[in-house]
Nanobody
């Protein structure tokens, strides 16, 4: 089966950096886009960043200029480089992707398992 797997979370001091990885595993033909969201307890999941097939990207206003999303290896893997981290960036981070596979040629939305990022003061 196709899965979307995240890695790279952890604890970092304010002002530091972390890079998250998100990639499709299994028989993946292509990924139309990869997006990142984050969620804190009791709050709705919020959009963080987007990268499409053409390399175009978009960011939430709160992270623009600090976070960078980029592709690697046929756009099947994306990285979220988080710089100048602040305590308010603390959240569980989830990636979301529209994945085309032999059993889902039109594409199906998948979510990563979630990775905790904690920024200390």
């Amino acid at each position: 089966q196709v899965r979307l797997v995240e890695s790279g979370g952890g604890l970092v001091q304010a002002g530091g950096s972390l890079t998250l990885s998100c990639g499709g595993v299994g028989t993946v033909f292509s990924i139309r886009y990869i997006e990142w969201y984050r969620q804190t307890p009791g709050a709705q999941r919020e959009f963080v960043a987007h990268i499409g097939r053409n390399g175009s990207s978009d960011y939430a206003h709160s992270v623009k200029g600090r976070f960078i999303v980029f592709n690697h290896r046929t756009e099947r893997t994306a990285f979220l480089q988080m710089n100048s981290l602040r305590p308010e960036d603390t959240a569980a981070y989830y990636c979301k992707a529209d994945i085309q596979s032999p059993t889902n040629l039109q594409g199906v939305i998948h979510w990563g398992q979630g990775i905790q990022v904690t920024v200390s003061s």
